[in-house]
């Protein structure tokens, strides 16, 4: 590995000429053909190039979760399926206002990076790292220390609580390197680098797998086996993100030695992030409030057959919001390098796209929905009766969520994080939690049909609030008014 791979020479051209040098131009010329061009050039052909490898990264993302249920599934029962599978909305409630950060943080690099701004690229880029670092020392002080009290507050049933705490303790014990590689992957796309965490995620996963395997089928382990697997699957990631980072050539170039806290960036980040962290927040205590109410129905078959489903609706989900990266990405490069008009025609393209791919994968979950929940569940026909109830009223209408999610991702590019956020918050959050204490709570009403049916609701309502907010804001922008944030 050369120097310049290690961080310790931080000028390119400094250094001796020869193999070195040719390795130098070689691995500068890749980084160049590895990001897209935002600013310029067709926009729905760089739209899809983008947003592909986000999509594969999402569903390896998915898949070390799926490898995980699969594996107990087989091996150990649907108790712990339903074990791993309950813990999931918790654990995204804690980890979310962190992650919410690093999309303030790849906001704020592609601002800079579109306006040219080495300075502040530079800044962002260290400030970024040691955010994700000092967020994951917290979690898993948090995680760790709660993880049973909470599962207790959300109602888990006692015969997968046990199975459940040790589980999510494991998790949240390397929950550092999942932060990490979420800020570092932010970096790399609002550079336009969607190649690398692909790449990255794609060995981290076969790892996972194949650790899964090992430590469940051969060792004879449970749910600890499959939660230590994704912590060693993620530090693994988590090393070559940084490495990525550390062998760039140009201002996102990352050093240890340079690492700091920059005022500047840092509120850059915040003023993005948190909100976007709150509306995650947000979001989860739903999602809380929903996993409660499922698991009101005291059934490890009704907990084992939401959870799969789950997890199949979780591949529909990441190839959607995979296009709210790009409308982010997209908006905040073109914001940066003065090009506000562009957006509107970038929300258009992302839009049509989004849809596109949430109806196609959202009716193909659905017709295949069986057989898919015959891999997660293999003991229990009751589960996967309860798992198709909620494909047909999730799955089905994803493609709304996705357009939601869009706009939102659009807007925070453009600069405004808290209008976004209240609108979620109101129209999605709150709404669901109002369903929940209302509606759903009428005993004639107290069915699983009735409870997801607030997803496509909310998400409709909240769709076209955003809609209208953006246009207000794209207007206002292009005619240099004061806007909202």
């Not at 009403?445 to 794209?474: G, P, V």
Request: aromatic residues 10%; proline residues 2%.
């Amino acid at each position: 590995m050369s120097e310049r791979a290690n961080g310790r020479s931080a000028t390119p051209g400094n250094g001796p000429h020869g193999t070195t040098a040719g390795n130098i131009q070689k691995m500068t010329k890749t980084l160049k053909r590895s990001d897209i061009d935002m600013t310029e050039g067709p926009l729905l052909k760089n739209v899809i190039l983008y947003t592909l490898p986000i999509i594969f990264t999402g569903i390896l993302q998915l898949l070390f979760n799926a490898a995980d249920l699969v594996v107990v599934g087989r091996f150990r029962g649907s108790v712990c399926v339903g074990a791993v599978g309950s813990t999931g909305a918790l654990i995204n409630l804690i980890i979310n206002m962190f992650i919410g950060l690093s999309v303030g943080a790849g906001v704020t690099v592609a601002q800079a990076k579109g306006a040219g701004d080495d300075r502040e690229v530079h800044r962002a880029v260290h400030t970024s790292v040691l955010t994700a670092m000092i967020s994951g020392i917290v979690l898993t002080a948090v995680g760790v220390a709660l993880a049973g009290d909470l599962l207790k507050l959300m109602k888990t049933p006692d015969d997968i609580w046990p199975l459940a705490t040790k589980y999510m303790r494991i998790y949240f014990a390397g929950i550092l390197s999942s932060m990490v590689y979420n800020f570092g992957a932010a970096i790399l796309r609002a550079l336009g680098d969607t190649r690398s965490p692909l790449i990255f995620l794609t060995g981290a996963g076969v790892v996972n797998v194949g650790l899964n395997l090992l430590f469940v089928w051969a060792f004879g382990m449970d749910v600890d086996g499959v939660a230590w697997a994704t912590v060693i699957s993620q530090t693994i990631a988590a090393v070559l993100v940084i490495l990525s980072l550390m062998r760039r050539e140009d201002s996102a170039r990352f050093s240890f030695r340079k690492m700091r806290i920059y005022k500047g960036s840092l509120i850059k980040i915040m003023k993005i992030g948190l909100p976007a962290g709150f509306q995650s927040v947000m979001f989860n205590i739903s999602n809380v409030f929903i996993q409660s109410s499922v698991n009101s129905f005291n059934s490890v078959a009704v907990s084992s057959g939401n959870s799969a489903a789950a997890n199949i609706e979780g591949f529909v989900y990441v190839s959607m919001n995979a296009f709210h990266q790009t409308a982010l990405n997209f908006a905040g490069q073109n914001v940066g390098a003065g090009k506000q008009k562009r957006v509107g025609k970038i929300l258009a393209c992302c839009l049509a796209c989004v849809s596109v791919f949430g109806i196609t994968l959202g009716v193909t979950g659905y017709l295949l929905g069986r057989p898919l929940l015959s891999i997660y569940i293999v003991d229990s026909e009751e589960a996967i009766g309860y798992g198709l109830v909620r494909l047909s009223l999730i799955c089905l209408p994803y493609f709304l969520c996705g357009l939601m999610d869009v706009t939102t991702g659009a807007l925070r590019g453009m600069g405004s994080s808290f209008v976004p956020m209240v609108i979620t918050v109101l129209g999605v959050c709150i709404l669901r939690i109002v369903w929940i204490l209302t509606v759903f709570s009428v005993p004639r009403y107290h069915t699983l049909e009735i409870l997801y049916l607030s997803y496509a609701i909310t998400w409709i309502i909240s769709f076209i609030a955003q809609l209208i907010a953006f246009r207000i804001m794209f207007v206002r922008t292009n005619f240099n008014k004061k806007v909202f944030v």
